[in-house]
């Protein structure tokens, strides 16, 4: 199948300017912009990394959909006068047919401000095809959002499928119903889903944000052991600083995490496609594709030197901090490539609480690459993680104030004082 309109192929966005330009232009013409510097453009908000299906997770069965409405709850970074979205079939081998997509704001659960449902096209027609291995973008909606407001995108998938793009650790309750109910403004008989499915990203049309800050890491950027439905991970927090210091001129914060992933290797074993494809693999998709992009922020590492040797995750793939330096220091050229600024973390600590030694070539690796990562002059700046969550009485492992009990992941408070490390200057 031939990419169209606004379709992208696995290899990259292909798009049919006739038919993009045309859509946002019949938004912007009702948006009136006063000028030619005010023109609206448009800068992702909302964003999340696909994975795999995976059938040893225990919630695959909420992925697997026939004939039925799915109800994403969305979590905005900034508003915007217009939206559109996007819907993945990264990992299908066959096209996806999707049809009957609206937008709306929600009021509570999976109930939606009537007065403000909108129909979405793709092309202009209102049942599409996403194409294996690609995406697809919708037409432009005048819903106009407000900066961190909640929207829910409804779509129907009448043919059997288990989702070709699925997120693990959405963190937010999400709906799915039988029928085509994607119009209604509560969901007949639904179900939650804690998954993410087919749908990875939401754009605004915006004439005021200066772009995008696009975050990729693993579980800790993913959020895990954060409140579900409080949005409390650091990219939600360093958000809100911004917002609070830039007003409307704010980035976009958008979370590229995927739980268990590593920088150079693919998950391993059963839960292989839970942990996703490399980050050094996935970053163009994940990163550098999103819309407005204009700062990048990598935190990974963690699992690349704890995972090898442990589960499914053989010891060969034990990883030196040259070839993790490596690693960062061609992602960083990718983004100078584009003018993009690139910024890295160091790993934070994440020894046993009850003082069991971890390997000790765990964190001579840690420390070298965090030692990178203050001096190198390869990146644009850093945030230190590491100083920010560690207990200065015991430098390997969390403060106990900021651990959610696994002595690894943050508590809500661990996640809001790794926001508050960053130098907002960084963002400049």
């Known amino acids: 199948m031939q990419p169209n309109s606004a379709f992208a192929?696995?290899?990259?966005?292909?798009?049919?300017?006739?038919?993009?330009?045309?859509?946002?232009?019949?938004?912007?013409?009702?948006l009136q912009p006063r000028s030619e510097a005010q023109a609206p453009r448009w800068v992702g908000s909302w964003s999340t990394a696909a994975c795999a299906q995976d059938e040893a997770e225990p919630r695959h069965d909420q992925a697997e959909l026939k004939a039925e409405t799915v109800r994403q709850i969305v979590h905005l970074s900034i508003g915007g006068l217009a939206v559109r979205v996007r819907f993945s079939n990264t990992f299908g081998s066959a096209p996806l047919v999707l049809r009957s997509v609206h937008v709306a704001k929600v009021v509570k659960g999976s109930s939606i401000d009537a007065a403000g449902d909108l129909a979405v096209t793709v092309g202009g027609k209102s049942e599409f095809s996403v194409p294996a291995g690609g995406f697809?973008?919708?037409?432009?909606?005048?819903?106009?959002?407000?900066?961190?407001?909640?929207?829910?995108?409804?779509f129907f998938v009448p043919e059997k499928v288990t989702a070709p793009a699925i997120h693990y650790t959405a963190l937010q309750t999400s709906y799915k119903a039988s029928g085509d109910q994607s119009g209604s403004v509560e969901l007949t008989g639904a179900s939650k889903t804690?998954?993410?499915?087919?749908?990875?990203?939401?754009?605004?049309?915006s004439r005021t944000s200066p772009g995008a800050v696009v975050a990729m890491g693993s579980s800790t950027t993913?959020?895990?052991?954060?409140?579900?439905?409080?949005?409390?991970?650091?990219?939600?927090?360093l958000f809100l600083r911004l917002e609070s210091a830039d007003g409307a001129s704010a980035p976009g914060v958008l979370n590229s995490g995927i739980a268990g992933n590593r920088v150079?290797?693919?998950?391993?074993?059963?839960?292989?496609?839970?942990?996703?494809?490399?980050?050094?693999?996935r970053f163009d998709r994940d990163v550098l594709a999103q819309s407005g992009v204009k700062y990048v922020i990598v935190y990974e590492g963690g699992n690349d030197i704890r995972m090898p040797g442990h589960g499914s995750v053989p010891i060969e793939e034990t990883?030196?901090?040259?070839?993790?330096?490596?690693?960062f220091q061609i992602m960083a050229k990718k983004s100078h490539d584009r003018k993009l600024k690139f910024l890295a973390a160091t790993i934070a600590p994440s020894q046993n609480g009850d003082g069991t030694p971890d390997?000790?070539?765990w964190e001579k690796t840690?420390?070298?690459?965090?030692?990178?990562?203050?001096?190198?002059?390869?990146?644009?700046?850093?945030?230190?993680?590491?100083?920010?969550?560690?207990?200065?009485?015991?430098?390997?492992?969390?403060?106990?104030?900021?651990?959610s009990g696994d002595h690894l992941h943050p508590n809500d408070l661990g996640y809001q004082a790794m926001a508050d490390a960053f130098d907002l200057t960084l963002f400049q």
């Open 9 to 30: 192929s696995k290899n990259g966005p292909v798009i049919r300017r006739a038919f993009a330009v045309a859509g946002f232009a019949a938004v912007l013409l009702c």
């Open 366 to 403: 840690r420390a070298a690459f965090n030692a990178w990562v203050r001096t190198t002059k390869e990146i644009d700046g850093f945030v230190d993680f590491d100083a920010a969550t560690r207990d200065p009485e015991h430098p390997t492992r969390l403060l106990p104030r900021y651990d």
């Open 264 to 281: 150079l290797y693919d998950g391993r074993g059963s839960w292989g496609a839970v942990f996703g494809e490399a980050g050094i693999k």
């Open 194 to 205: 804690t998954l993410r499915l087919i749908l990875t990203g939401v754009d605004v049309a």
């Open 222 to 237: 993913d959020g895990a052991h954060s409140s579900m439905d409080k949005n409390k991970r650091w990219t939600d927090d």
């Open 359 to 361: 390997d000790p070539g």
């Open 319 to 327: 990883v030196s901090p040259e070839q993790m330096i490596g690693a």
């Open 136 to 154: 697809v973008w919708s037409d432009a909606a005048a819903l106009s959002t407000e900066d961190t407001s909640d929207i829910a995108v409804s």
